[in-house]
């Protein structure tokens, strides 16, 4: 297994890997380290997966988790964005996945399928990076501050353009987590707020939180903090949705299909 630094802040290239076919345990360690230094791994020249193979390959690093919104709801496990049309998505904004949840994903591993001819593209954003380049007294001031979380709000969004969710609202409350959270693997700080699920910074007033929130999606989006992945059919992302946003670049235009299998969590966000 050959692993290659993309930038600066996250991303890295690997290949020796067939991941059509089962990873051994010497393989998993290896890319759970690559994945713990460099966030988001790229994995080219893949065959395309069955559903089958994308689930046995998610369960070499965790359990499935049912994604709440899906065009075909025949496998709950299974995103499958086969689009036409990338206005209107929700996926074109910096964001973390599903933190609506008490214990949002650990990760997600995707792939491409079917990619236009140009454009297309998905840009990975370090949290740490984020942190990290925030001034002192920022740090100090968001430290110890928690934000609410709700499906509610993305459901809202959502359903002008088809999707709807097959979980309760009422099952699943807003839930607050730390505006900054620290990995529980590597330690690290992180910035822990994305547009498509936060919706305020508790015990604040409103104006304060939208004019903060407002600050940090804005921050995050800096690219020194980046790195955009150009997508080929069969090529595979596996990010650390603990410390990653991403965002789905909407230039483009003819078919683009994307199959994709989130891991699910297994604690909350740990504050700082």
């Known amino acids: ?29 290896l890319v759970r380290e690559a994945l713990a230094k460099h966030l988001v791994l790229f994995f080219r020249d893949q065959q395309v997966l ?5 689930k046995a390959l998610v369960r070499r690093f965790g359990e499935p988790e049912i994604a709440p919104f899906q065009r ?49 593209d998905t840009c990975f954003a370090s949290m740490y990076a984020a942190w990290d380049a925030l001034s002192p007294r920022m740090q100090a001031y968001l430290e110890g501050l928690e934000a609410w979380h709700s499906l509610e709000q993305m459901a ?10 097959s979980l309760k609202m009422d ?8 505006v900054v959270a620290v990995h529980p693997e590597t330690g690290r700080k992180l910035l822990n707020v994305n547009y498509n699920w936060t919706t305020q910074i508790a015990d604040l007033p409103a104006a304060e939180s939208r004019a903060i929130l407002a600050f940090l999606y804005e921050h995050i989006k800096s690219p ?28 483009w235009s003819g078919r ?17």
Do not use: C
């Open 156 to 165: 809202a969004r959502l359903a002008s353009h088809g999707l709807k969710t």
């Open 72 to 120: 075909d709801a025949s496998d709950p496990e299974l995103l499958l964005l086969d689009q036409t049309d990338p206005r209107g998505s929700q996926a074109a904004n910096f964001h973390a996945d599903n933190t609506f949840r008490p214990a949002p994903p650990m990760g997600a591993i995707l792939q491409a399928q079917v990619v236009p001819d140009a454009g297309g």
């Open 1 to 29: 297994m050959d692993v290659t630094r993309a930038t600066g802040a996250i991303g890295a290239d690997v290949r020796g890997l067939d991941l059509s076919q089962p990873l051994d345990d010497k393989a998993v360690r």
């Open 224 to 251: 020194e903090f980046q790195v955009r992945l150009r997508w080929h059919p069969g090529d595979i992302a596996f990010w650390d949705n603990r410390a990653v946003q991403h965002y789905a670049v909407p230039d």
């Open 171 to 178: 099952e699943w409350p807003p839930v607050r987590h730390p």
């Open 256 to 272: 683009r299909v994307m199959q994709r299998i989130a891991i699910a969590g297994e604690t909350p966000p740990i504050p700082a």
């Open 50 to 54: 069955s559903v089958e193979q994308h």
